[in-house]
């Protein structure tokens, strides 16, 4: 067997030892005679995983007893939606942060929401420039209405490689946040968030569940004229087993979180993706004619490396020759090109020295 070194964007990379133990367990779950996969989620094999997983996280993220956690589906993108159905009401207004693609898809379909309930999401900042974004905005940019229901930012841009280092902030209004590709990487205080939301499958475990954090208080007061299935509240008040779950997917991130738990947790995976973005950024800022970064560095991401090499000629032979030596999921986005390496919790600082080794070499023998 060979396993590559994955720096994809998502899905990505996750813990050996987290899918070993899938494997380990994968026939015959405990001494139960089957898989996790043909469980009951309403028995309790299963429903000590799914507990578990909801521990892991209250623990790891010092979650505190004011805010739920929950298990959805549909990905961050079906967040898009659901934040505006629960908590934008007829007649109100939320406040948007555009800082990329996604956090501009997030403002889009508040908009849509809104305008099929008559509320309105605005946009309160914007860095946008030729369909680029390259920064996230300085506190005084910031056009906070302070009458929103919420506002929401996307904390790190995955396409574009940008990241809020600081929070803003909002006053009383609450705070929602898409941290998709960034919760459970460094220090975050949740408190002062009223929401947020990530789907699993970059930090977290697989795709197939997302989670929530919302403030207990803000869902007293969520909208009820939307489906149930749609409703905060309906998981809230069943610990996410309102409908079946996806069992496998909260099976695979509980493993992923012990792992992740076994090796030091919060406190130790922040040092290690510190150190990681780092090491790659240093490469890069070495040697000004083979990388150019095209991020402010004040916003540069923790997780999302992107960057350019003098001719796209360059940047094919660059991802070709590192496919080669088993370094994949390097290409940028499609709609961004260059490099991306993503640095999410599975990838160690091993392999991100393999990289800046990889790009050392291509240096010399592509005379950079
Ligand atoms: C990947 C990503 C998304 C999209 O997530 P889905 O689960 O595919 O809907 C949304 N926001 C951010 C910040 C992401 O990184």
Redesign the pocket.
């Known amino acids: 067997m060979t396993r590559v070194t994955n720096f994809n964007a998502?899905p990505a990379a996750l813990p050996l030892p987290a899918l070993e133990r899938a494997q380990r367990e994968l026939l015959d779950l405990e001494g139960t005679g089957m898989s996790v996969l043909e469980h009951s989620h309403r028995e309790p094999p299963y429903e000590a995983i799914h507990r578990e997983a909801l521990g892991l996280l209250r623990r790891m993220l010092a979650v505190p007893d004011t805010h739920h956690i929950l298990f959805m589906q549909g990905?961050?993108?079906?967040q898009f939606a659901l934040v505006p159905m629960n908590l934008l009401h007829p007649g109100r207004s939320a406040d948007h942060l555009v800082t990329g693609t996604?956090a501009k898809q997030a403002w889009e379909e508040a908009s849509l929401v809104g305008a099929a309930c008559g509320a309105t999401a605005r946009v309160a900042a914007t860095t946008e420039r030729e369909g680029r974004f390259v920064r996230v905005p300085a506190a005084d940019e910031l056009a906070l209405d302070p009458g929103a229901s919420y506002v929401h930012l996307?904390s790190?841009?995955?396409l574009f490689g940008t990241q809020w280092s600081v929070f803003p902030d909002v006053g009383e209004v609450p705070l929602v946040a898409?941290m998709?590709?960034d919760l459970l990487t460094r220090p975050i205080d949740v408190a002062r968030f009223g929401l947020i939301y990530a789907?699993a499958?970059?930090n977290l475990g697989p795709?197939g569940v997302?989670v929530v954090l919302v403030r207990k208080d803000l869902l007293d007061g969520a909208r009820t004229d939307i489906p149930q299935i749609f409703r905060y509240r309906s998981f809230a008040s069943s610990d996410s087993l309102f409908n079946t779950p996806p069992t496998f997917a909260i099976y695979m991130m509980r493993n992923t979180l012990a792992a992740l738990e076994e090796r030091g947790g919060l406190p130790a995976l922040h040092a290690e993706n510190q150190a990681k973005a780092a090491r790659l950024h240093a490469a890069i800022d070495a040697n000004p004619s083979m990388w150019r970064a095209p991020v402010e560095r004040a916003s540069r991401s923790m997780m999302n490396v992107v960057f350019r090499l003098p001719t796209e000629a360059l940047e094919k032979a660059f991802l070709a020759q590192a496919a080669r030596e088993g370094m994949v999921g390097l290409q940028g986005h499609r709609s961004v090109g260059g490099i991306r390496a993503s640095l999410y919790n599975a990838v160690r600082l091993a392999d991100v020295e393999r990289l800046v080794e990889f790009m050392e070499a291509f240096e010399r023998s592509h005379g950079g």
Do not use: C, E, I
């Open positions: 998502g990905g961050a993108r079906a996604w996307t790190n841009n995955t898409d998709t590709s789907g499958q970059k795709a997302t």
